[in-house]
């Protein structure tokens, strides 16, 4: 056989440690299902999955109960449901005004969420690992922590490389080559794997796989607070770049005549539609932060008319940017995350019709528009899907090395 057509095996090994993680990966995505159900999505052989399930109730991470009859004849088939305080990941965000930090299992449950404001200073990275691992300190403690934690998920509002969690600029944090995952190592003081990335890209995969964007294979992620990210999927698959940078979108240039933007920079997107350009056209002072966003949102919602002519000046910036993208990017479906949320239903027409007036009529055709669905735990729970990756890849060297068992003694 011509070497460029040899055939390439796989051990039974290999095999089973695909067929465990395409199990788990339905049962972590879409929640309980029967074993029948599990046969019909994987395409595995019912024996099969019999077989693999006995694995996992071994461990202790699915349990079966008995279906109810469905009224046609022949036995129900089990159903298989996630032990979701068996094994969990602590997921951490950390942006310019809040950080949080939550206990999620196995499954996507949020099992303990704690969300501290903070004040919109520049704070060293020092102390803000130092006020992660407290708020870590205290969810791992308290009963709802699982009997197995396994790795760690951090989002961050900025420009972070992902093989090292190296922040190469967080303008609105005050941070330029921040070692923040070293730092968070060194604080946080446990054996288990960090992983770190953008809070926009987190948004977009959490909202991907468990909100507004659910079986959509190509679509854009805006969220705006006091800076704006963008997370991107393409075929499924996020769009990430060479080194973990794509995706900022905030600091594309829109405006030449505009304001100073914290990166340096003049006239970002982020001046144009970001919280402070929010608050300074509706006669507030810059910096107000989440809570005067939403007192801007109640004043146009009664009818104040400043308030209603800052929220479409944001939402007229907001669809020029958009356009842009859509030519760029092709996306069928664009979720508003953070304060372009709250917003969302005063923008809608005004981004539409920029939408129609900049976007090429081709890339714009398939394009909707819609809220996100994961409000402001977005990036928090995007984190907690980074951290569960390894596991749910290969859940096999968990069940092999007992790891799943330990890993609490680590953490």
């Not at 093989?163 to 330029?176: K, Y």
């Not at 594309?252 to 300074?280: F, K, R, Y």
């Not at 990017?329 to 953070?338: A, E, H």
Request: hydrophobic content about 45%; proline content about 6%.
């Amino acid at each position: 056989m011509p070497v460029g057509l040899r055939a390439i095996g796989q051990r039974s090994e290999t095999v089973r440690r695909a067929n465990l993680s395409a199990i788990l990966r339905e049962l972590h995505a879409d929640g309980p299902a029967s074993r029948s159900a599990l046969v019909a999505r994987t395409g595995l052989t019912r024996s099969a999955i019999g077989h693999l399930i006995g694995e996992f109730v071994a461990a202790g991470l699915v349990s079966e109960e008995r279906a109810a009859p469905l009224g046609t004849p022949g036995r129900p088939s089990p159903l298989v449901r996630l032990e979701s305080n068996r094994v969990g990941v602590i997921a951490v965000e950390i942006e310019v005004d809040t950080l949080a930090v939550a206990i999620v299992g196995l499954g996507g449950e949020v099992l303990d969420l704690l969300r501290v404001d903070r004040e919109r200073t520049d704070i060293p990275v020092e102390d803000t690992a130092a006020t992660v691992a407290e708020l870590v300190s205290t969810v791992v403690r308290r009963p709802a922590a699982p009997d197995a934690i396994i790795g760690v998920g951090v989002a961050v509002a900025g420009v972070v490389r992902r093989t090292d969690g190296f922040v190469s600029m967080a303008p609105n944090l005050g941070w330029r080559d921040v070692p923040l995952g070293q730092r968070l190592v060194e604080a946080l003081g446990l054996s288990l794997p960090i992983t770190i990335a953008n809070e926009a890209d987190l948004g977009a995969l959490a909202e991907h796989r468990r909100g507004a964007a659910i079986g959509v294979s190509d679509l854009l992620y805006i969220s705006g607070e006091v800076g704006v990210g963008g997370g991107i999927i393409t075929g499924g698959n996020q769009l990430t770049g060479a080194a973990g940078y794509a995706g900022e979108v905030g600091h594309m240039p829109v405006n030449p005549q505009g304001i100073a933007c914290h990166c340096g920079s003049v006239g970002c997107w982020e001046t144009e539609v970001g919280l402070d350009a929010l608050l300074v056209r509706a006669g507030r002072q810059a910096g107000g932060g989440r809570s005067e966003a939403e007192a801007v949102v109640r004043e146009a919602a009664a009818g104040g008319p400043l308030a209603l002519q800052a929220i479409e000046e944001v939402g007229r910036w907001l669809g020029f940017g958009l356009a842009g993208l859509v030519n760029i990017f092709n996306p069928s479906l664009i979720v508003l995350g953070g304060s372009f949320t709250r917003i969302y239903p005063f923008v809608n027409e005004v981004v539409e019709h920029q939408l129609e007036h900049f976007a090429l009529p081709a890339p714009r055709l398939p394009v909707r528009v819609v809220p996100a669905t994961l409000g402001a735990d977005a990036s928090l729970i995007g984190a907690a899907e980074l951290a569960f990756e390894p596991f749910l890849a290969d859940p096999a060297h968990w069940l092999r090395s007992g790891a799943a068992s330990s890993a609490l003694a680590s953490a």
